[in-house]
Each structure stands twice: as structure tokens, then as C-alpha cells.
């Protein structure tokens, strides 16, 4: 089972700033098959990215994802206020499909 | 516009079983696999498996064997999660996702929590 390790835990920044967030797996996730989520309280997940980079349907592109192999990142280049909430990152190249325990990232 | 509305909140007493729904609509439910992922609470994500709505076959994660079974009722687009024999630590909120692809989890229903107490 592929483990995704999320870093930092919680990250502390303010609307306008830039998040960059980490997520990286045990062993290569292939064909870069890792996807982001957000969620926010008291919803269901959303996606954002898949493959790695490509953005889903309607995620403006503030949201970009890049990465290969083992070290992947999700970086919100100007954060609004909406985009407060927990982030986890899924792999899906290989069974089970398994999730990083999630970065929440909050209003400094 | 594609929507997977979910059974509500269900209580109930450990030993008991449970059989939470899914129903889809606005694209053709055979033509993508559904997921279903458990969140704890205050807890992340944990994948559960999903079924395959063209055959029924179901696949499960380790841990989600046994007592966790998947199924469908084509006719209505309904995809169905049941659980048996109930334990405390089964209380969580549980979602279904279409599957884009691959594990692509691109839609997601509203989430069912299932609370087990005595």
C-alpha cells in the first residue's frame, strides 16, 4: 500500500499570499496518478486536480499542481478567502487507492 | 447536472446492520464506477472500494471486507453500501463518488453519517 505523507499539517497564511503544499508517497506513484481534494466543514470533498496537474472542471486556475514520481505539491498562488479549508492529496495508481492525512490550511 | 444524493443519518445500536443509498442522476449511472470512502470523525479520508455499475463486481480495501458489501439497483441508478454486525468504531460519515476514471473521484454525494451507540 502506497502511503502519502502531507506536510505541513496546518499552514498559517493570509488572502493575497501564496500556499504551497507537499504531499509524498512511499514509493512512486505511477503514471503520475495523484489527484488534490478540498473540503471544507461539514462538506463532501471536491476535486481539484487529477493527474497530477490538470485542472477539474470549473477549479480556477490559481489552483496548479505539479509533481511526478514521489513528491508531489498543490500551490494556490493568491489565496482567497473561500479557499480556507483541509486539502488532501489521493493517489489512484495502484490498488488501494489510498489519501494523505490532509494539510488544513487556515486564516492567519 | 450530475448529483448523487445520499440516504440520511442513520443511529443505531451495535449489532445492527445498516444499508445506506445513493442515488445518481444526470448522466448514465453504468457508464462510471462508484466509490465509496469513509471519514471518522475529525479524521481524513479513508477509500472503502468501489463497484463497477456495468458488471456489479465489487472490489474492497483491506479493512472493508467481511462485513461491508456493495451492490446496485441499475434500474433506479442507485448505488447501495450496507454494513452488518455494527461496531462503535463504524460510526463515521460515509460518501459515494462517481468514478471519472481510473479513481478519478470527480462528483461526491452529500455524506451519510452513521452513528453506533448503545
Known amino acids: 500500500e502506497i502511503v502519502l505523507t502531507q506536510s505541513p499539517g496546518t499552514l498559517s497564511l493570509s488572502p493575497g499570499e501564496r500556499a504551497t503544499l507537499s504531499c509524498r508517497a512511499s514509493q512512486s506513484v505511477s503514471s503520475s496518478y495523484l489527484a488534490w481534494y478540498q473540503q471544507k466543514p461539514g462538506q463532501a470533498p471536491r476535486l481539484l486536480i487529477y493527474?497530477?496537474?490538470s485542472r477539474a472542471t470549473g477549479i480556477p486556475d490559481r489552483f496548479s499542481g505539479t509533481g511526478s514520481g514521489t513528491d508531489f505539491t498543490l500551490t494556490i498562488s493568491r489565496l482567497e478567502p473561500e479557499d480556507f479549508a483541509v486539502y488532501y492529496c489521493?493517489?489512484?495508481?495502484?490498488?488501494?487507492?489510498?489519501f494523505g492525512q490532509g494539510t488544513k490550511l487556515e486564516i492567519k | 447536472q450530475v448529483r448523487l444524493v445520499q440516504s440520511g443519518s442513520e443511529l443505531k445500536k451495535p449489532g445492527a446492520s445498516v444499508k445506506v443509498s445513493c442515488k445518481a442522476s444526470?448522466?448514465?449511472?453504468?457508464?462510471?464506477?462508484m466509490n465509496w470512502v469513509r471519514q471518522a470523525p475529525g479524521q481524513g479520508l479513508e477509500w472503502m472500494g468501489w463497484?463497477?455499475?456495468?458488471?456489479?463486481?465489487?472490489t474492497y480495501a483491506q479493512g472493508f471486507t467481511g462485513r461491508f458489501v456493495f451492490s446496485l439497483d441499475t434500474s433506479v441508478s442507485t448505488a447501495y453500501l450496507q454494513i452488518s454486525s455494527l461496531k462503535a468504531e463504524d460510526t463515521a460519515v460515509y460518501y459515494c463518488?462517481?468514478?471519472?476514471?481510473?479513481?478519478?473521484?470527480?462528483?461526491w454525494g452529500q455524506g451519510t453519517l452513521v452513528t453506533v451507540s448503545s
Open positions: 444526470g448522466y448514465t449511472f453504468t457508464s462510471y464506477g
Open positions: 493527474g497530477a496537474s
Open positions: 489521493q493517489q489512484y495508481g495502484s490498488s488501494p487507492f489510498t
Open positions: 463497484i463497477n455499475t456495468n458488471t456489479g463486481n465489487p
Open positions: 463518488a462517481r468514478d471519472l476514471g481510473l479513481g478519478i473521484l470527480d462528483y
